[in-house]
């Protein structure tokens, strides 16, 4: 009786939650969303299952757009824009998942549920809100979201040409899922430490965050980037999760901190927390979230090791392996998925090039 309690307490919690995040549980977006094919099949799916979510899906949709042929043909693109990173996200009041992906040019595409279908949102190529162009990398944790405003953000590297005549100047910008229009933040501080790879939008403190040796967060309220003093997790090949659950940033893994994890709390301190299992890193780890519990779900292993689900509880900071998740896992070793919990289903989604899946998780108190 008291765990049903716990359990019935914990639920109201987050249709509190949900409600601040404008997804209307009984009436509203989801209402008119009830019985789309992604609605039904989440309804339909065990604790501890995937499912393949059929769609449509566009040719090339997973390909960076050709520039002067291509970079087999000597220009840019052509290339997949997923890979060392798992920064999708998605919009409860639009119903939409996003992701904004890079192989030396970007492609910026979304899933509609209402209209069960993929589509590229065009980006401006002579733009620096965002830069369309960039000579080198990928998109690492350089994505962000803002569930309120329904804000995606994004970081970029700045791109010059000196033979096209082209100086852009790279930095943070914002796209307006219910416009549709990108604004730009103001400039990073030369002196932050930003290791150029990890931001997250923190809605307890409404801005964004950015790691580096010092943590430094951009304030909407006061509209400048202000230090929040030294971070364990340096961002550099690291993971970042915004948990609206829990009033937290989890932050974890990298390069030169392989196994450390840490939190940003609603009080703006970062605590460190038990250090996670085995190496993490932005190259081919996944971090989620159980929106039925706020724990966080990751997925990781050490190389040349098969990877393993670990379900993290922070406010305990304890780890245990989640065989379910495993067993079913729906791509293979050449899959570059993303991934993003939608909180009104009780899923995370899970996509690439091979095809659009859901999971439902099986928590603690629900696995035998």
């Not at 052509?78 to 998605?90: E, F, K, V």
């Not at 416009?179 to 801005?207: C, H, N, Q, R, V």
């Not at 609206?244 to 030169?256: K, Q, S, Y």
Request: hydrophobic fraction near 35%; glycine fraction near 8%; proline fraction near 6%.
């Amino acid at each position: 009786m008291i765990r049903a309690i716990r359990l019935m307490t914990f639920a109201c919690s987050l249709l509190a939650v949900f409600t601040l995040l404008g997804v209307a549980i009984a009436c509203g977006a989801e209402t008119e969303r009830g019985d789309s094919p992604l609605a039904k099949l989440a309804a339909s799916m065990p604790p501890g299952s995937w499912a393949e979510l059929q769609t449509e899906m566009p040719e090339g949709l997973w390909r960076s757009p050709l520039v002067d042929g291509g970079r087999n043909n000597g220009g840019s693109g052509g290339l997949h824009i997923a890979g060392w990173t798992d920064d999708a996200h998605w919009d409860s009041k639009t119903g939409q998942f996003l992701y904004m992906g890079l192989r030396q040019t970007r492609q910026f595409i979304a899933y509609s549920e209402e209209k069960n279908a993929w589509r590229v949102i065009e980006l401006d190529r002579d733009s620096d809100n965002p830069c369309f162009l960039s000579r080198f990398g990928h998109i690492y944790s350089s994505n962000g979201f803002d569930p309120q405003r329904s804000r995606f953000y994004h970081r970029y590297n700045s791109y010059s040409n000196e033979k096209k005549g082209v100086d852009l100047t790279g930095g943070v910008s914002y796209f307006d899922t219910t416009t549709e229009k990108w604004t730009k933040l103001p400039p990073i501080p030369a002196d932050s430490t930003f290791t150029g790879m990890a931001i997250e939008y923190f809605s307890a403190l409404d801005g964004v965050l950015i790691l580096g040796p010092q943590a430094w967060f951009f304030s909407n309220a006061r509209q400048k980037w202000e230090p929040l003093g030294p971070c364990p997790v340096d961002g550099y090949h690291s993971l970042v999760r915004h948990n609206p659950f829990r009033n937290e940033v989890l932050m974890a893994g990298g390069n030169h901190n392989r196994r450390t994890v840490a939190r940003l709390k609603a009080d703006g301190t970062i605590e460190r927390l038990k250090d996670f299992p085995t190496d993490l890193g932005v190259q081919s780890d996944k971090i989620t979230i159980d929106p039925a519990t706020g724990r966080y779900l990751i997925q990781a292993g050490n190389k040349n090791e098969p990877k393993q689900l670990y379900e993290f509880d922070s406010d305990q900071n304890t780890y245990r392996i989640v065989d379910a998740f495993t067993a079913g896992w729906p791509f293979t070793r050449y899959d570059m998925p993303v991934c993003a919990f939608i909180p009104e289903y009780n899923v995370s989604m899970w996509a690439d090039s091979r095809g659009m899946f859901l999971y439902r998780h099986a928590s603690l108190e629900q696995s035998p």
